[in-house]
């Protein structure tokens, strides 16, 4: 997944000026992960010189200020003008993660993953640390970092997170195996589908499980049951599940759904505006 080259809109859409204005609104007004989640967004629809005008304007003031720092970094590398000027952003949120007691280690280190960083040398190293080491929260977004740098193993160690007693891990876990896109390890794809069962519907693990399990289509015999979940989810559920949600539900939807999440968005509010914003931008760029 790369923010830069996500989408390919319809020219002419009006859902989609309707969901990009959702989005400039929340760069404007949100703060936290909702304004990054909005800035990442304009970023796949193309928006990236709105955001590198509002993200640059903020360094000064926040380069200091552990998370906030990441999403700042995170976003301008994923809009950045060159390569060069990527590789700028991309070595500080690696210099962060480099630094033992830096308490933003984690949040660096699912930005490098997003950004689909191939570490290398030092820090591929202290990946390796960290998914061998004793904190199994930590684990998956290491073992996340080691797929992409190649290591063959990394994507089972992922579905053996999904049997963790930690729903940290479980989250992680699934959720890292959805960026990545499982699609050709059946056992994978199955252990996946038995976590999404077992998960329960009330653990905070449970819109990241299922909805992996439902964007992967881990098993053709419950998406129905699954797809039926997650949308009670985009019901009742917290904000932050309420994003989530948007982004595998969205692969079951066509473009006859897109006025029924127009009609959401309206009133909708924080992570889930967003969310629904991306779920409309996604469905524009369907073929």
């Known amino acids: 997944m790369n923010f830069a080259s996500e989408l390919a809109l319809k020219p002419g859409d009006v859902h989609v000026q309707v969901a990009i204005e959702a989005l400039r609104q929340a760069l404007q007004t949100e703060q936290g992960s909702i304004r990054l989640h909005a800035a990442e967004k304009l970023i796949a629809a193309g928006q990236g010189e709105e955001v590198r005008g509002v993200f640059e304007r903020d360094l000064p003031g926040a380069e200091r200020t552990p998370i906030v720092r990441i999403g700042l970094w995170r976003a301008l590398a994923a809009a950045a003008r060159t390569p060069g000027e990527r590789e700028q952003y991309v070595e500080k949120i690696s210099a962060v993660f480099l630094g033992p007691e830096n308490p933003d280690r984690v949040h660096a280190l699912e930005s490098l993953c997003k950004l689909g960083v191939q570490a290398k040398g030092p820090l591929l190293e202290a990946i390796r640390q ?61 252990a996946l589908a038995r976590a999404a069962d077992r998960e329960p519907a009330d653990s905070k693990a449970a819109p990241y499980v299922k909805g992996s399990a439902f964007a992967l289509n881990a098993d053709s015999r419950r998406m129905l049951a699954w797809g039926l979940e997650l949308e009670a989810v985009l019901d009742s559920g917290v904000d932050d599940a309420r994003y989530e949600v948007c982004h595998t539900l969205v692969r079951a939807m066509t473009s006859a759904d897109v006025d029924r999440l127009q009609a959401r968005l309206e009133h909708a509010k924080g992570d889930e505006r967003v969310g629904l914003a991306w779920a409309i931008l996604a469905l524009s760029s369907k073929p």
């Open 130 to 190: 960290m998914a061998t080491g004793p904190s199994e929260d930590f684990a998956p977004f290491a073992w996340w970092a080691l797929h992409l740098a190649g290591d063959k193993s990394a994507r089972t160690h992922l579905a053996a997170a999904l049997q963790s007693t930690s729903w940290v891990a479980r989250l992680r876990g699934a959720y890292a195996l959805r960026w990545i896109g499982v699609t050709d390890d059946a056992a994978i794809l199955t």
